[in-house]
């Protein structure tokens, strides 16, 4: 609040700068001619999952398809223009194709390269990307547009909390901001912090001090919501700490669990011009989460899949939302396990319904058939062959999207009194809109199963209650037991007696790096 009313007076100072007739105020003729740009790449990627993101799996906005996007209209409140370069976004998953990674830096760097000179550059980032062959992809990124940018720029970025911080990122970026709510549901309010950020240095002609705190702690983040303790109280404290002089953002990052990577360790990290009192404050941050690294737990009942089913089924409630935790599509995993429908079966359940299960050849095989045709099908492991088996069932069709691309087909059929959602590419159903669009009212139905983590609000809202299973897949929640890691820094619960004490680094830019 306190920046932002800062901001709007700078603002304010350099619009009235506008009006003055040229010559009377060096300065302003200065702020005049700012050149701004935007963009970067986001993606979540699991190293334990065999899938690849290529090209097709990125949606990519350029230019002025990028500069329309809703979502950044916020940056045409500023006195001065952000120009668009490129935004690569993706359906978390494996790590992305080395070529495909190139490709989209390509792009970036030449689109950037054509704005030069620039004062200030917001990178708009997720920060667990990890691309084949490379370590710290997101810093790869990073060092790529400061290299492009060249000294002088100010480069502001913003994180997803479940992004992993490096030095290399630290040392190429001026300030940063991550979301502050775990489901996010600040995302508008981080890209405002990150470029209000860049907006009042630029207009102060403020270069800032960045300090950062790696914290060897890893969570999935089922056990770091921020709806539960101890994550609600550390995070509830950064917007005073964010409030007081000298401070420009105040972060904490639970960083990512499924990325086997020296960076992937839980941050805490400040941006603003009162080097103490950020190395104060990232200290404390630190320290508190350490501390509390034994308490967290996971928000909502959890067992395994047959338990689950067997406690929603003697539940008199309904819809018991199950969540297929392994296999959830935005924190990772593949989408394509069919290990629910399997136990369903197993279990005579009637009056469920899966959503949903990527299956190109099914869902194919589904738009061949028909609405109202019987057919057999082999669903599931499609995408990983050797992470899961299908399942061999007897299908009737009930409904097929009407879709303008063979991507965005999807079929609901039913499989002896269950409900199934077959996709023919990766999705999440986050949505009560994601159900309705396919005919089926999620609260008709005695169990619903989605492939997800913790529940985003809108489902969270109807589950009644939710229960977590256990499951197995590329973001299997049982991080204990995960594959042995060959690059990951000795980090808690991996290490469960590991000591540690809290330090800071300052970033490579920051005036004062002595500290
Ligand atoms: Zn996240």
């Not at 008709?444 to 913790?454: E, T």
């Not at 690059?487 to 808690?492: C, L, N, Q, T």
């Amino acid at each position: 609040m306190r920046r932002r009313t800062f901001l709007k007076g700078a603002a304010t100072t350099a619009l009235m700068s506008r009006l003055r007739p040229s010559g009377t105020a060096g300065t302003s003729r200065a702020a005049q001619t700012k050149r701004l740009a935007f963009g970067g790449i986001q993606i979540e990627c699991s190293t334990y999952s065999r899938i690849r993101a290529r090209m097709e799996d990125f949606t990519v906005r350029r230019g002025q398809e990028l500069a329309d996007d809703p979502f950044f209209s916020l940056l045409k409140t500023y006195p001065y223009p952000f120009q668009p370069t490129l935004l690569a976004t993706a359906v978390p998953g494996g790590p992305v194709e080395r070529h495909t990674y190139e490709e989209l830096k390509a792009e970036f760097l030449h689109r950037i390269k054509a704005l030069l000179p620039l004062d200030g550059l917001y990178l708009a980032m997720h920060g667990a990307m990890y691309v084949e062959g490379m370590q710290d992809a997101d810093g790869d990124w990073i060092s790529a547009a400061r290299e492009a940018v060249g000294r002088d720029c100010l480069i502001t970025a913003s994180f997803d909390l479940h992004g992993s911080l490096s030095r290399r990122e630290i040392d190429n970026l001026d300030m940063l901001s991550a979301f502050r709510t775990a489901p996010h549901i600040d995302r508008q309010e981080t890209a405002r912090r990150a470029s209000d950020m860049l907006v009042h240095c630029l207009d102060r002609q403020i270069r800032p001090t960045l300090i950062w705190s790696p914290i060897p702690v890893l969570m999935p983040g089922e056990r770091s919501s921020t709806l539960y303790e101890p994550a609600k109280r550390l995070w509830a404290q950064l917007p005073a700490m964010n409030a007081a002089p000298g401070v420009l953002d105040a972060s904490l990052l639970v960083g990512y669990v499924w990325a086997d990577e020296p960076r992937a360790t839980a941050s805490a990290v400040l941006t603003g011009t009162d080097p103490d009192l950020l190395r104060h404050d990232a200290l404390s941050l630190a320290q508190q989460y350490w501390d509390a690294r034994k308490e967290f737990k996971f928000g909502v009942p959890t067992d395994t899949l047959d338990a689950c089913i067997e406690r929603a089924q003697a539940l008199p409630t309904k819809p018991v939302v199950l969540s297929d935790s392994g296999d959830n599509p935005t924190g990772g995993g593949t989408g394509d396990r069919a290990d629910a429908l399997a136990a369903l079966l197993r279990h005579h359940v009637q009056d469920a319904v899966i959503a949903g299960i990527a299956d190109r050849p099914a869902t194919e095989a589904c738009y061949r058939a028909g609405v109202g045709a019987t057919l057999p099908l082999k669903i599931g492991g499609t995408l990983d062959p050797q992470g899961s088996r299908p399942v061999d069932v007897t299908a009737k069709v009930v409904f097929l999207l009407p879709a303008d691309s063979l991507p965005e087909r999807q079929a609901v059929v039913e499989v002896s009194g269950i409900s199934v959602v077959l996709t023919a590419r990766r999705r999440p159903f986050h949505e009560i809109r994601d159900f309705t669009s396919l005919g089926l009212e999620p609260t008709s139905f005695k169990i619903l199963v989605v492939k997800a983590g913790y529940l985003v609000p809108e489902i969270a809202k109807i589950a009644n209650p939710n229960l977590m299973a256990l499951t197995d897949g590329a973001v299997n929640e049982d991080i204990e037991h995960l594959p042995k890691s060959r690059y990951r820094v000795p980090s808690y619960p991996f290490v469960p007696d590991l000591e540690w004490k809290p330090f800071t680094l300052v970033g490579a830019r920051s005036p004062q790096r002595a500290l």
